[in-house]
């Protein structure tokens, strides 16, 4: 079986798409050291899964407004997302 590297660039892929540096960025963290590590990541952002603003519509806008809230959410505070205590 051929081996294969992939390199790590933050973006979401979506489809055969890659999004772009928009949405909420996070980096993840060594959970040994606490480190952060490389690449910077992105959320994706409404824009990302659905085209341009002119292609909404809006029950999408709405529920796609409430996603984008909840990676907000989980970029500001991440432990209380993993179940731990808010801190």
């Known amino acids: 079986m051929e081996k294969r590297e992939f390199m790590l660039s933050g973006l979401s892929l979506i489809g055969d798409q890659t999004?772009?540096?928009k949405g909420a960025a996070f980096?993840?963290?060594?959970?040994?050291s606490a480190a952060e590590l490389e690449p910077v990541f992105y959320s994706a952002t409404s824009e990302d899964m659905i085209g341009p603003p002119p292609s909404r519509k809006p029950r999408s806008r709405l529920?796609?407004?409430?996603?984008?809230?909840?990676?907000?959410?989980?970029?500001s505070r991440p432990s209380t997302m993993l179940g731990g205590s808010p801190g």
């Open 27 to 32: 980096r993840a963290v060594n959970p040994t």
């Open 63 to 75: 529920l796609l407004a409430s996603a984008d809230a909840s990676a907000q959410r989980a970029v």
């Open 19 to 21: 999004g772009r540096r």
